[in-house]
């Protein structure tokens, strides 16, 4: 059956950005990529270690008590300068998955607006040739309707009843098949009319 979609391409466009699976994949792939570049900067910032110990105790034998009791609290920095440029080779190969990542979410973008466009302009295609194709049903049916009152008359053949006929099953195909296009489409467009995938 036909149900009309009034969503215009923009708004399939939207829906399909905000919420296309792969998309979102991608994005998050970008993001990890971002935490990587980070992770791999961070080798150049010092080492900052905090420590801090308690001990108890007394000579011999004799409870040492509570006044015997130590802390000691620590606080250290460490940083390599000679790693044999080790931490700078981690940061440049961090920053290339991130433009393989941001060229990946890029394309996914395109390959998404690509398969939307194409669904929605397919769907306003097979929109069109139902309208003309009900035209169509309708002028085979009167035919075929005027053959057989020709035919039963005696003014025409059972070949004009024959054709006819077979004009109005290829018009109701044509239909048919209009119908499917369209349904079809819509249904990768949307998975409901009111909303795009």
């Not at 004009?160 to 098949?177: G, H, M, P, R, S």
Request: proline residues 3%.
């Amino acid at each position: 059956q036909y149900t009309p979609y009034e969503n215009d391409m923009q708004y399939c466009l939207d829906h399909a950005s905000m919420n296309r699976a792969e998309l979102e994949q991608s994005r998050l792939a970008v993001d990890a990529a971002k935490g990587a570049v980070k992770v791999a900067k961070s080798g150049f910032l010092p080492k900052v270690t905090a420590s801090a110990t308690e001990s108890w105790g007394g000579s011999g034998s004799n409870w040492p008590g509570d006044d015997k009791e130590n802390w000691s609290v620590g606080i250290g920095a460490t940083m390599n300068i000679f790693d044999s440029g080790v931490t700078l080779s981690k940061v440049h190969a961090a920053e290339e998955k991130l433009l393989q990542a941001e060229e990946t979410y890029r394309d996914t973008v395109n390959s998404v607006e690509l398969e939307v466009r194409s669904n929605y302009l397919g769907l306003r295609e097979a929109e069109k040739r139902i309208s003309t194709t009900q035209v169509a049903v309708a002028k085979a049916e009167e035919d075929f309707h005027i053959a057989q009152v020709r035919y039963m008359a005696g003014v025409g053949t059972n070949l004009d009843v024959i054709d006819a006929q077979v004009a109005l099953t290829e018009a109701k195909t044509n239909f048919v098949n209009a119908l499917y296009d369209y349904n079809t489409c819509l249904l990768y467009t949307s998975p409901s009319p009111r909303d795009c995938s």
